[in-house]
Each structure stands twice: as structure tokens, then as C-alpha cells.
């Protein structure tokens, strides 16, 4: 009988004949709950499918070669470019030929939501985003956003569905690489920013590819415009709520690769505090001006990034500079004024705060020391841009993607397959840090090369990638379950 | 007798009647080499009309101000700029009011020749530049052109010829701001940097205030046509011949005005080398990479920075890093690609070549460190952009400048007035550098606040920009007289 009921459930891995599945099911179309527990164990996406799907979606912005595949290039999709609208119109055209009903709000957060048979309880929910780094690759986001796709296609060839409606969410500028606050536009839904802010916030100049970002730098809201991606509907969880948020990315790191792992459930992700510093200094002649007689401002970041390693790794923390700016940027002229981004990160929230207290008397000491000899020393100004605490994901969603893991895993070629499933720490941000303070959250991370990340080369296998999909299927499909169970 | 004489050249110290003067000299006008030598000793510019001339020539490319008086402000006059064609265009009219000849270089050079009793040999030259740096001030190079221009007025007023002629030049591009390689078109003229290389030099993008910069950047050539300052003779001292060349110039360093002295005769300009470096790691997440996973291009480079100051302090010289960008410029990605520039100056060119080569192997082992977890080290490439070997000036035209230095500082009321004067190296490059490779030259240098240039405050009084100037117009009268004697 269970083997009966399998064979109607095939295992969706090549060959894979989407025709005979799909007919199944319009003759016998299924509820969610109405599956047995082996039959949503063994649910799986469309390798082939999700691949070809992903890699079409990287025409628009593609970036650096690195190999001789016709898919091995980096990604640079800026948030709200002319490549990120042509992404978005493919999403929208493509989740509204599968039946889903599309909005965009303010922030252009665009909800598509595949319709269950209640209509009065909101959709769990598959988000990520589409935007990249300058010089990100083609899973980071990307993979999280497809894998919403995958899933309701392959819920769609099966006729299967579910009781609360199921929704894919691109989230805006999650990268905060063209608009230097990460994950933004989750953090307005969850009305942790403030629209305002968000909508008045300045593209970073260094971002060269874009022409307009020196010399008349859109602000968010004007970006918007710019591509028709302001919408009307009010962007809150109020307005677009979600039962709950699942996420699909790439680890960005090397524990699961090193170790041979195929899924890492997240439990939890680390805190971090993201700053703007400015040294100010005095300009003066190079040629002519004693080391004793400079307030060399470039002197002193150079010192203090020295500083900020050393402290951070004492406390098993992460602090990083991304952006850096000399001013007046003259071969012959000691630069007076120097700009730059720190982004100090921990396990712990008060692991961060004690980073940040240590590093903030270190570099007074550091701008006090240049510029001492001639009375004018060097002074250094904090800005705090963003603060995420350490999050604890919800463990009904954890539950959830466990569980899956271990069934998705179960008939890899190994003694023990649920070696092959760890709980993990997301190191990096992400726009389920925002939805998990509104609603149930949690993430899965598969594998990446190298632990490379915010990189051309950046690269998950298909195999991995369609596991990682397969995983998020049955964890909404679960959810689904749970929650009216 | 000598004491009428004395009537005839009154001390041009105000209250100055120049109609006075000048009708004396129209009735009997008087070549350099009949004056008696206290009556070359007695020569001085005009204080009022020199500050009146200098200031307003600052009108065109003002800069940060920093004071309540009008002329408290800063400069910004990049090389070549609408700024700086305005400063010209008012330079040429000027100078062909004082009757002078002007021509017009490839180079942009302007030559303006007040001709002398003989036409067959070449004119003696006062020079300077009028660019400034983007935060620079009113006097570095403004000064040493407007000292022509004053020297150039008090000779007519005077009635006072020359058996060469007099010529004042501005040479194009000194600060090498916009352009990156300073002293380019002098440099051209000596026939030590092709016309081809200047010609195709790139603006710098840093230099903000230049909106073309970033998006497609000038050439030397494209600027000047835009100008309308690309002329027509060839940029070389075969075309343009000098007999000499002289340059007043603020010390841009601390040493004149804290022993209160009053005039520095330049004997000599320090070697210097600038260079470009780039420091190649990897591109990754600041978020999920852990530093010995990193190849971390921004972290190298401030060690590398920090190393630079040691290695030049401990061989009594200086290297400094004035421009500095880190690519792909974004908060949370590890900046996989750095470039800089190096400055490094000495005393002696065996000096800076050594400096030079033991940071070239520290460099070297610090980019090797960073990386090596992941076994892809950072690593770093240098490119010379600019070789100056260390300068010794002509002992005729120091000697002039001794001379006139000891008359003009004479009536100080101080007990041992040559004590105000000291022989000094320049710390900074300058023109004159390049014309002491194809004619004789040597250099003025008065006192500035603080030792301060290249910064807005950069500052001299108006009666030491005035003693600067009284020594070089007895500088060359006095060249004249010697080269005919």
C-alpha cells in the first residue's frame, strides 16, 4: 500500500516526465494533509529544471568569467539596476504564470502567493533575494529566490496542494551594496526601519558600475521610481503578512563543505554591528612634512584595521573593512580625511558590544597618537548604520527543515545519512533575521565551494543545490501540515 | 654721488609712488648692467600690488575657507579646469599688457617674454605653476608665477631693461593632482618624459570635483583641447630656450619660520620616487569568512602602510600613501582588490633606492601572509610612475640669489641680518628640478605658518611673499648682469 501510494509520489529526480506526473494529479488532485509521512519524505525538486531556471535568470547581470562554461561568470546585479528590473519583470511574469497573485509594495518587495484552500490565513512563505554584490556570484539570493520557483512548480506538476496558500518573496537590496543598509527592505516590512529612511538612503559612490553614483546618487526611493518598482501596497507585515518564512542559501562558509556535509539546518544567526568611521586629520605635503608633524588620517586606519583584527580574533569575532575613502586622494598630499566601513560580528551580542567598547578606546588612541607633535592630533568619529543582535530561529521552522533534511539525505550512498544533516550558525545576515522578529523563521544552507562567497567564483553544485530545494519543499509542505494539524 | 643714486631707485617699500618712478626712468631708462651694486641691492617689489595681483588671480578656483577675510579661503584649481583657463586667459592678457611675447606649448606651457636689448639669446626665466591641489592653497606655485608678473611690473615702472630678456612660464600640471605625475610638462620640456605619455595620461578618478573623473576620464591631450590650451610649439627646451630659471616658491615645511628666518637659498631638491601598487587577494564574505580563510587585499595594505612609515623613519626619510582605493567597495565582501600610490622621499637617491628595496621584500612577505591559510596568498605589483633622482642648482644662479638675499634682508633690524638667511633642500619637487637638467636654475623659498601646504591654511605674509619676490627680481638682474659681464 505505501508502495502503492510512492509510485504515485515519484521521486523526481532525471529522467523526470513532468506530463505523467501532472496528469496524476489532475485526475486525483491532493491536499497536503492528506499525504502520508513517507509520501512527503519523498518529495524532491527538478535538478535539471531548477539549474536551467537559475542560470536564465542570471543573464540579466551577469559578471566576471572565470571558466569556459557558458555559466561560469560571477554576478553583478545591483540592487534596483536596469539588470535587477529585468530580473524582477522575469519573476513576475513567471510566478503569475503559476497561478500565483503578484504584489509589490513600497519598498518593491514583490509577494507572490500561490493560493491554498483557505483563503482567510496568510501563506507560509520561501524568500530570498535577487539583487548582488558588484562582484557576487549566481547562488547567493539567487538560489534562495528559485527555489521558491522550483517548489511551486514541482507542487504544480503534482497537483498538490496545500491548505494556507504558498508565497515566494523577493526581498530589495538585501546585499546593502548599492544602498549601504543590508536587508533593508525585510527590515521595513518587519517595521524595524522606518520607511523614510529607507526610502531616502543615498547609493554608495564607490560602486562604480553604476554611472550616476558619483557624480548624483539615486536615493532608494528614486531607484524605485526609476524602474517602476515602487509600489502602492504599505510595505509591513501588516499589510503582506506571512504565517511563517523559509530561506534556502548557500552556506558562504566552509564548515559543511570541509566536512562533507549536505545540509546545514540554521538554528541561529550571529550578531553584528555595522559602523561608519571617519578620521579627521590635516592635509600637508608629502614631500615636506615630518612623519612628527602629520595627523595622517590613512596612517591611522592603517593602524587601526591592524587593531581591529587583533581584537576581534581575541574574542572570537570577525571585523572587517569593505569600504575605504582617502581624501583629498592626492599622490603628494597627506590625506587630512579618511572614511571607511567596519563590520564587526560574533556569536553573541555582547561578544559584539565588548569588540566595539575595546575597538572605540583603541582607536581614540590611535587618532590621539597622529598628530600629537603638532598639538593637532587626528580625531575619529563612530556612526552606527545597523545593528542585528544574535537571532534564534523558531524551532517549529527548525523542526521542520530538520526533519526534511533527514529524509531528503536518507538514501545517500553512506552508513549514517543524518552525519550528512548539522545544525549551524549563519555567520552572515539575511532577510530571515528581519521576518523571524514578525513571524516563524528558519533557514537551510547547503554546501559552497571553497566556503567562497561575494565572489565571481562563487559555486554550489546542482546536486547540492537541488537537495537544498528538495529540503525547503518538504519543509513547507510540513509546515503546511503542522499548522492546521 | 651713490646717495643720488639712491633717489633715483627709492626702496619700493610703500608709500610707493610708481608715476614717480616711472617718469624718471622715462627720461633716462637704464639697462641692468649700469647699475652701481648697491643700486641692484636697493631693487624691491611692490608689497601691496603683488598681494592685490596674487589674491586676485585666487579668484578663479577658490577653495575652503577657512577665515573671515575675503582671501581666507583655500584653492581648488585642478590642472587644465575652467578654472584654470580663466587663470590663464587673465596670465596672458597681463603679461601682453606688460609687452611681452607669449607663446603656447604642446604641453599647454605658457611663455611670456619681455624682451631685452638683445634678441639673439635666450630670455632668463621666472616660473611656477598656477594648478593647485583639490585642498590646496594661495601660494604653492601661485606665487612663484605672480612673482614674474611683479617683477615683470616693477622692471617697467622703472624703466629698467635687460641685455636678455625676461620671461615668465607657467608650467602646466606641477602638482600632478589631476594628472598623475607631477611636474609632467616641465618634465616634457627638459626631453625626460615623451609628449606621447604626457599627452595620453589619464586623469585620476579620485579627484571629485571633476564629474567627468570617474565616468570617462580626460587625457592631458582631450583637456587641454577642451581648454583650448593645446598650442602649437614644440614642448622643448630647443623651442623654448631658457638662459636660466629661476623659482620663488613657499618652503612648504617648518624650518624657516620656526628659527624666524626669512629667506631659504635652495641648493639642492631631495630624490623621490612615486609609485602605483596593487595588492591582489579575494573577494569574500566579511560575514562567514574567518581570517585565516581570508586573502584579505585592505588588510594587507594596512600593515603595509603601517611598515612603510617604519622602514623610511629608520633611514631618515619619508614614504608616504596619499591615494588609496579598494574595489569591490562594498561593506560585507573583503576587499579582493587594492590599488595605492607610494611616495617615498630622502636626502639622497641611494637613499630612496633603499628604502625602496627593503619594502619591496617586506611588502612581498606581508601580501605572502595574508592568504596563506587558503593557500591563495595576496600579491602585490609594483609600477614606477615617477623617478627623481636628488638635484644640485647651479652655483651662478645660487650665488645670485645669495647675494640678493643678504641686500634684501640687509635693513632688518636685527644685529646679524644674514643670519636670516639659510641655504635649505626642498623636500618637495618642483619644476625647476626639470630645468636644471638643461639650463642653470636654483629656487627662493620663504617662510609659511606652520611649515603647512598642500592644505587650505597653507599661508605666507605679504611682506615675506614680498622679500621673496625683492630677492628674485635683484636674482635676475643680477644673472643678467653676470652672463654679459
Known amino acids: 500500500m505505501m508502495l502503492r501510494s510512492l509510485s504515485v509520489f515519484p521521486r523526481l529526480h532525471p529522467p523526470f516526465n513532468p ?3 501532472f496528469s496524476t494529479f489532475r485526475i486525483q488532485s491532493m491536499l497536503t494533509s492528506e499525504l502520508s509521512d513517507v509520501e512527503v519524505s519523498s518529495l524532491r525538486a527538478n535538478k535539471e529544471r531548477l539549474a536551467k531556471d537559475l542560470h536564465h535568470s542570471c543573464q540579466w547581470g551577469y559578471g566576471i568569467r572565470w571558466g569556459d562554461n557558458p555559466t561560469d561568470t560571477g554576478m553583478q546585479r545591483l540592487a534596483l539596476s536596469e539588470e535587477d528590473k529585468s ?4 519573476f513576475i511574469q513567471t510566478t503569475k504564470e503559476l497561478k500565483c497573485n503578484v504584489t509589490v509594495d513600497q519598498m518593491g518587495n514583490i509577494f507572490a502567493v500561490r493560493p491554498g484552500r483557505r483563503a482567510d490565513v496568510p501563506a507560509t512563505f520561501i524568500g530570498s533575494h535577487l539583487d548582488t554584490q558588484p562582484t557576487g556570484g549566481r547562488y547567493d539570493g539567487i538560489l534562495g529566490v528559485l527555489a521558491g520557483i522550483e517548489v511551486l512548480k514541482t507542487m504544480n506538476d503534482m497537483g498538490l496542494e496545500t491548505k494556507g496558500g504558498v508565497g515566494v518573496v523577493n526581498w530589495t537590496n538585501e546585499e546593502g551594496a548599492r544602498f549601504p543598509v543590508s536587508m533593508i527592505s525585510s527590515g521595513v516590512w518587519a517595521e524595524c526601519i522606518s520607511l523614510e529612511h529607507a526610502h531616502g538612503l543615498k547609493e554608495v559612490p564607490t560602486v562604480a558600475s553604476l554611472p550616476t553614483a558619483a557624480s548624483a546618487p539615486e536615493t532608494m526611493k528614486s531607484a524605485l521610481q526609476k524602474i517602476n518598482y515602487l509600489g502602492e501596497t504599505p510595505c509591513s507585515y501588516k499589510s503582506s503578512p506571512m ?3 523559509f530561506e534556502l542559501h548557500i552556506e558562504q562558509g566552509p564548515h559543511l563543505v570541509s566536512a562533507g556535509q549536505r545540509i546545514g539546518v540554521v538554528t541561529a544567526v550571529q550578531a553584528y554591528r555595522w559602523f561608519r568611521l571617519n578620521i579627521i ?3 600637508t ?3 615636506t612634512t615630518a612623519f612628527e608633524h602629520r595627523a595622517d588620517a590613512l596612517y591611522a586606519f592603517a593602524r587601526m584595521m591592524v587593531r581591529a583584527r587583533e581584537v576581534a580574533a581575541s574574542k572570537g569575532c570577525l571585523a572587517s573593512v569593505g569600504i575605504v575613502e582617502a581624501k583629498p586622494g592626492s599622490v603628494n598630499t597627506v590625506p587630512g580625511l579618511v572614511s571607511f566601513s567596519l563590520d564587526i560580528r560574533g556569536p553573541e551580542t555582547e561578544l559584539v558590544a565588548k569588540v566595539e567598547e575595546e575597538l572605540r578606546a583603541d582607536f581614540d588612541a590611535i587618532a ?3 598628530g600629537a607633535g603638532i598639538g593637532k592630533p587626528c580625531r575619529v568619529e563612530w556612526t552606527l548604520d545597523f545593528d542585528s543582535p544574535a537571532v534564534i530561529f523558531h524551532q517549529d521552522c527548525i523542526d521542520c527543515v530538520q526533519e526534511s533534511a533527514d529524509a531528503v539525505v ?10 550528512l544533516v548539522r545544525p549551524i550558525m549563519s555567520g552572515a545576515g539575511h532577510d530571515s533575521v528581519f521576518t523571524s522578529k514578525r513571524v516563524p523563521t528558519s533557514m537551510i544552507f547547503i554546501p559552497c565551494k571553497d566556503g567562497l562567497s561575494h565572489h565571481p567564483e562563487e559555486f554550489s553544485t546542482a546536486d547540492d543545490c537541488a537537495t537544498g530545494v528538495s529540503v525547503i519543499l518538504q519543509a513547507v509542505v510540513r509546515y503546511d501540515r503542522k499548522r492546521f494539524a
Not at 530580473?87 to 522575469?90: L, N
Request: avoid cysteine; charge should be negative; charged fraction near 30%.
Open 19 to 21: 506530463t505523467r506526473t
Open 87 to 90: 530580473v524582477r519583470d522575469w
Open 243 to 245: 504565517a511563517a518564512h
Open 281 to 283: 586629520g590635516r592635509d
Open 285 to 287: 605635503h608629502t614631500g
Open 368 to 370: 590621539a597618537a597622529e
Open 410 to 419: 536518507s538514501d545517500a550512498p553512506v552508513a549514517d545519512t543524518k552525519s
